[in-house]
């Protein structure tokens, strides 16, 4: 089955801690994303990668980290920096010309 | 500044009951404007892309029509299974290829 799986689907952080969010694809897209969705706000953009080994900030990337040493995956790392890390995040992966599909999110609570 | 601004914020309807959810856009230029649905702890699921005013896709009882400034999506005689968050979305010419901004989308519920 082709698509975009993230784990953990729900995942607490303890105070000063950092905590690290899977994305997997197996679509063979070049451009992973990841977003924050709060309630009743759209999706903010907090990085995106359009090829592996390059990654670039989006909006809201301050207490977050990613790495793209492999097409196929994309973490996220919440920093302790991050100061309201309460969150749906989704990740999601593009192909050219294509519109982007997503995974089904990461629940992340302060513990 | 780019924006998408989604209109209402929630819709109820009866069962059968058609209407209509808007999207208004502000872009420099528009490269696409795309439709989601989302389901409760669920990613967005794609459904449409527009590209030129006076575009229209449709799918089942849904139906997504384009002009200059907005979007509307469709909804006709609607069952409750239609229930879920619709998100609005849109890439403009001036932006990264790859970004595109969304809106905060619509709760639409439908009852039996």
């Known amino acids: 089955d082709g698509g975009i799986t993230q784990s953990p689907k729900y995942l607490f952080r303890k105070e000063g801690q950092n905590v690290t969010l899977s994305c997997e694809q197996n679509l063979n897209h070049d451009a992973m994303y990841w977003y924050r969705q709060d309630p009743g706000q759209g999706l903010r953009l907090i990085y995106y990668s359009q090829i592996v080994n390059d990654f670039q900030k989006g909006d809201i990337a301050e207490g977050y980290s990613v790495s793209r040493e492999k097409k196929e995956s994309f973490p996220l790392t919440v920093t302790s920096a991050q100061k309201n890390p309460t969150a749906f995040y989704l990740c999601?992966?593009?192909?050219?010309?294509?519109?982007?599909?997503f995974g089904d999110g990461t629940r992340l609570s302060i513990l | 500044e780019d924006q998408v601004t989604q209109s209402p914020e929630a819709l109820r309807l009866q069962e059968g009951e058609s209407s209509s959810l808007n999207c208004s856009y502000t872009?420099?230029?528009?490269?696409?404007l795309f439709w989601y649905r989302q389901d409760p702890g669920k990613g967005p699921e794609f459904l449409f892309t527009l590209y030129s005013a006076g575009e229209e896709k449709e799918k089942e009882r849904l139906k997504a029509t384009l002009t200059k400034k907005e979007s509307f999506l469709h909804i006709t005689a609607p069952k409750p299974e239609d229930s879920a968050t619709y998100l609005c979305?849109?890439?403009?010419?001036?932006?990264?290829?790859?970004?595109?901004?969304f809106g905060s989308g619509t709760r639409l519920s439908i009852r039996p």
């Open positions: 999601a992966a593009q192909g050219i010309n294509q519109p982007q599909h």
């Open positions: 979305a849109v890439r403009a010419l001036d932006s990264s290829a790859s970004k595109i901004i």
């Open positions: 872009v420099s230029g528009l490269r696409g």
